[in-house]
């Protein structure tokens, strides 16, 4: 090979290589999962991961010069989401390739994330000939302004803190399903508990905004 074509060969691989190191922080994937829920504060991310300020804004440096992030600004306040369609797309690529390959995570996943009662989660091709019919209430127990930004058609926002005080909202003669952030997200199982105690037929989605978005199945938006 000429010195002239590796050169280009090796200029091609540095470019790709720029999105390896954009997210080789555990910290900057899941500030990409949260960004795919809808566009954030830097003081609404640093709270949702448990970062310093300073060290938000530091990952989210890197996230827009690799040009994964993007900004707008509304008055002192900087506001992040994902720079493109195709951002959301790689990242639940990424996440399912990591637990199809490493045994470690799926454990992880089992211990920390399944449902209480040993039940699978609910499928979402049934799930979406269900709500059609009108057999099973839909919830989205994230908070309110991530439902606002996009959530799954015929779903119902009701925050995991305001669960309980809106019970009587939610009818007792057809079953539940409770979605929120993704496989890795507690707030559907924290929904689960609460409503099976109280006598609900109650099963979880796994799926997040983000993974119907990226099959092509039908979301709503608010704002």
């Keep these: 090979m000429s010195t002239a074509k590796r ?3 090796d200029a091609l691989y ?5 999105l390896g190191r954009a997210v080789s922080s555990a910290k900057r994937l899941e500030v990409i999962d ?3 829920q809808g566009e954030k ?5 640093a709270e949702a991961a448990d970062l310093t300020i300073g060290n938000t804004s530091a990952h989210l440096k890197v996230l827009k010069s690799a040009r994964l992030a993007a900004t707008r600004k509304d008055g002192h306040y900087v506001y992040y989401r994902l720079a493109h369609p195709a951002v959301s797309a790689f990242w639940v690529t990424f996440r399912d390739l990591a637990n199809e390959q490493y045994a470690e995570l799926r454990e992880l996943a089992r211990q920390h994330f399944a449902d209480p009662d040993g039940l699978a989660p609910v499928d979402r091709k049934e799930l979406v000939k269900r709500l059609r019919r009108g057999e099973v209430t839909l919830i989205d127990v994230r908070p309110a302004d991530e439902f606002a930004a996009a959530h799954i058609a015929g779903a119902v926002s009701i925050p995991i803190e305001d669960l309980r005080k809106r ?5 007792k003669n057809k079953d539940v399903v409770a979605y929120c952030r993704g496989p890795y ?3 559907a199982l924290e929904a689960l ?4 105690r109280r006598g609900y037929r109650a099963s979880r989605l796994e799926d997040s905004v983000n993974d119907w978005r990226v099959a092509g199945l039908p979301l709503q938006h608010e704002a």
């Design 7 to 9: 050169g280009t060969k």
């Design 14 to 18: 540095e470019q790709l290589a720029r």
């Design 34 to 36: 949260l960004l795919s």
């Design 41 to 45: 504060s830097v003081e609404a991310i």
């Design 167 to 171: 019970l009587g909202e939610i009818p």
């Design 185 to 187: 997200c507690v707030y």
């Design 193 to 196: 508990t609460v409503l099976r």
